[in-house]
């Protein structure tokens, strides 16, 4: 198998920038996955490729440590590749480079489902014929759980509206974290440093989610939302962030 990875190269846009002029959680997810995105679209195995034999790519678990801060304007390379994916569970990894020096690293789960039907596609009946590549390891974890000494608190309300939903008619995947960061009291001179989300059930456009959140004595956060129509569990999230230079 090969060691492959699919390069791109960006410029980060200002207004994927803060107020502290650094990239927003949702920003360095856009970047990150915008090259996944270009990845399978080249392989011939992109969103309406699929969508023509009744299938679709739905993220279940992601992750990503930022090593370095990432201005507006900053210059950047990433890099992007499928791994070793076995069962129903498609992972990919992919890193960003400034400078030469790796400053993120994204570990991405995905399901393939059928669309009709909502049954998983097993990785060996997929047929997508993409290659494999090398799994990066890193601080920020896939899996988590809210340690037991967390108590959980209403925080606030997030909302599927027009600016947050993408064309599937649901909350983009990337907008969770900015939208569960403008419920934080004050994130002056701060920056991301790990995130890790589990998505549980969609956000339709024009849901509503309760979000319950809590600290450890880190200085962790961690959320989990349920939707106003059902009650359900939206999404679990942990972010860790440092102070910035």
């Given amino acids: 198998m090969a060691n492959y990875s699919f390069e791109c190269a960006y410029q980060i846009n200002s207004h994927d920038c803060d107020y502290n002029n650094h990239i ?126 967390v108590h959980l608190e209403p925080l606030g309300e997030i909302y599927a509206s027009y600016s947050v939903c993408d064309r599937n008619r649901h909350m983009n995947n990337t907008t969770y974290a900015d939208a569960l960061c403008n419920l934080l009291p004050n994130l002056e001179g701060m920056r991301i440093a790990e995130l890790s989300l589990c998505y549980q059930a969609e956000m339709p456009l024009g849901e509503t989610a309760t979000v319950l959140h809590g600290m450890d004595s880190e200085g962790v956060h961690y959320f989990k939302t349920s939707r106003a129509s059902d009650g359900k569990s939206g999404v679990e999230a942990r972010m860790r962030f440092v102070p910035l230079p």
Avoid: C
């Fill in 24 to 149: 927003r959680p949702s920003g360095l997810l856009k970047y990150l996955q915008e090259s996944a995105n270009l990845h399978i679209e080249t392989m011939g195995q992109g969103y309406d490729v699929l969508k023509k034999k009744g299938q679709a790519f739905i993220l279940s678990r992601l992750a990503v440590t930022l090593y370095e801060p990432i201005y507006a304007y900053d210059r950047l390379v990433s890099h992007t590749t499928p791994t070793e994916s076995k069962g129903a569970s498609f992972t990919r990894t992919t890193t960003l480079e400034k400078n030469g020096r790796v400053v993120a690293i994204l570990s991405s789960l995905w399901a393939l489902v059928n669309v009709e039907t909502k049954a998983l596609i097993r990785v060996n009946d997929a047929d997508l014929d993409l290659p494999i590549g090398k799994e990066r390891s890193h601080e920020a974890p896939l899996r988590f759980r809210v340690p037991g000494e």
